[in-house]
């Protein structure tokens, strides 16, 4: 059964699995971590307090975001809050293993860190396990209570015959409170969906306001299985993150495609004309949809944590959604 949340400020009105109430607004690490450029411990915990005074009661990371180094940040940061207090999700399918030689930094794989780890796949009983274990451990917890599958669209017969099973496992236990999978492929998570039980998905870039794929699929697999949604990569990795798109803004990480820059530039026009700006829709469009108990956002520093707050909390003009239906550029 899913419940309304009890705090009463506008990021926690949130609905919830017993035990595990997701706010509506994320805090993603992986920027944190080092995303595409360095942050310094000393900001990490700082945007993380940051967060925690706004209200926001929800942190996802992985091991993957900066070779563990987000899961220790994040970890450290929120030592001294009360454990019953937060919700925390991190995710396996990717053990840490020492690097004997390590190359000089993990920008290859989008952190800015020391590359003393690399990434090995292991959708195993055990790999699954050895990764949450890893996980706590780093995170300096006794447990997590939403422990995702992470990007497994590549192993899928692992993820079915062992990876899912796995974490259905840790759930019967009790050693986690809830299981989902992560990834923006969602022809994968809708399969995953109706082969196994799921608490969540997190659907990373195709539920947002630029596009919806999600739609066709996905969701009315989660609406038949009871499986709640997280958004997450609600931006585009940029594309939607600024009021006027530039021509250089990147879209899932890479150069955008002329088409998607040129609808992207409509969206935020039209957001002009009813006075908000494309950002604010981007992050409030998502949670429109009844299926969406949150939306991640990664966050780098206080001030993007400020803004983010203040883009959710400053609702947009309902004539702003009518306007983008009416031409086409939602549902």
Known sequence: MITGGTDPSHLADALAWPDVQLSRLGFGAAPIAGLYAAVDEETAVATVDAAWEAGIRYFDTAPHYGLGRSERLLGAALAQRDRDSYVISTKAGRLLVPDPSPAADDSDNGFVVPATHRRVWDLSRDGIRRSLYDSLDRLG????????????????????????PA?????????????????KDTDALTLLVHESDLDAVMVAGRYTLLRQPALDRLFPACQTR????????????????????????????????????????????????????????????PLRHPLVRSVVVGMRSPLEVTQNVELLADAVPPQLWTALREQDLIP
């Open 141 to 164: 917890l006794d447990r997590v209570d939403l422990l995702y599958l992470h990007d497994p669209e590549h192993r899928m017969d692992q993820a079915l015959a062992t990876g899912l």
């Open 226 to 285: 009871g499986v709640v949604v997280v958004a997450a990569a609600v931006f585009n990795s940029g594309l939607l993150a600024t009021p006027d798109p530039e021509p250089d803004a990147t879209y899932d990480y890479q150069a955008t495609p002329p088409a998607l820059l040129e609808r992207a530039r409509r969206l935020a026009a039209t957001c002009a004309d009813h006075g908000a700006v494309l950002p604010q829709a981007a992050l409030q469009f």
């Open 167 to 183: 974490l259905i496992e840790l759930r019967d236990e009790g050693t986690v409170r809830a299981i989902g999978v992560g990834s």
